[in-house]
């Protein structure tokens, strides 16, 4: 019943078209449009299973096939770690640095995109959280106001119900707030993984076309 009473209470607070109530339903509506945007493109679309993915490019380039590693990269549609790797095997017949300059400019390309718009969910959950106690002041205000104008019979009546309104505006705000927080932690960690993958690959690529080059370097010497 309680349950029931709180959740009817919050649907009418949000009906009554507070001010407050709107901004942070309109904060909770970009939350969720950004939280579901970053998940389809970090989850599924950026993101490969980094050690299974470099175990068979690895397997390529021990057996000199670079166009077959090439071909595994492109196969793998607009994941990140696969477009810095197949820009380094595109420069696999050039210098270490000319490999690593490739590996570079192709993951400054690629980072941002994963962490595009994550700032935008810590400032939502800030703003929701200022917006509920704005809504808590204002609707005190209002309640406190009204009391003194109404018949002293219905003074405590006036009172409670002002105060209920003003506290749903709080926990609307922290509601929003905690998801926002929740979702921006789960969506920076992921990114963050990405992005360590991308470092982490990239220097063993090039640690395996350097090796590949010696080995061929030395075998023409022979």
Do not use: W
């Not at 009817?8 to 339903?25: T, Y």
């Not at 000199?64 to 793998?76: P, T, Y």
């Amino acid at each position: 019943m309680e349950s029931g009473g709180f959740v009817q209470g919050f649907l009418a607070a949000l009906q009554s078209g507070d001010p407050s109530m709107i901004l942070i339903a309109v904060n909770l509506a970009l939350s969720m449009a950004f939280v579901f945007e970053r998940v389809t493109r970090l989850f599924f679309q950026y993101n490969v299973d980094g050690p299974s993915f470099m175990f068979e490019i690895q397997k390529y380039i021990l057996a000199n096939d670079l166009d077959g590693a090439i071909r595994l990269c492109n196969g793998a549609g607009q994941a990140a770690l696969p477009k810095v790797i197949k820009a380094g095997l595109q420069r696999a017949s050039r210098d270490e640095a000319q490999i690593q300059n490739a590996i570079d400019a192709t993951s400054l390309e690629v980072i941002p995109r994963l962490e595009r718009r994550l700032p935008y969910l810590a400032l939502i959950a800030n703003i929701a959280t200022l917006f509920g106690l704005l809504g808590t002041i204002t609707g005190l205000i209002k309640s406190f106001g009204a009391i003194a104008l109404a018949d002293p019979a219905q003074r405590q009546a006036i009172l409670g119900r002002g105060i209920s309104e003003a506290m749903n505006a709080t926990a609307f705000g922290l509601i929003t707030a905690i998801f926002t927080m929740i979702m921006h932690s789960v969506l920076t960690n992921k990114a963050t993984k990405i992005v360590e993958e991308i470092d982490e690959f990239g220097v063993k690529l090039l640690d395996l076309l350097s090796a590949r080059k010696f080995k061929h370097t030395s075998q023409r010497e022979e």
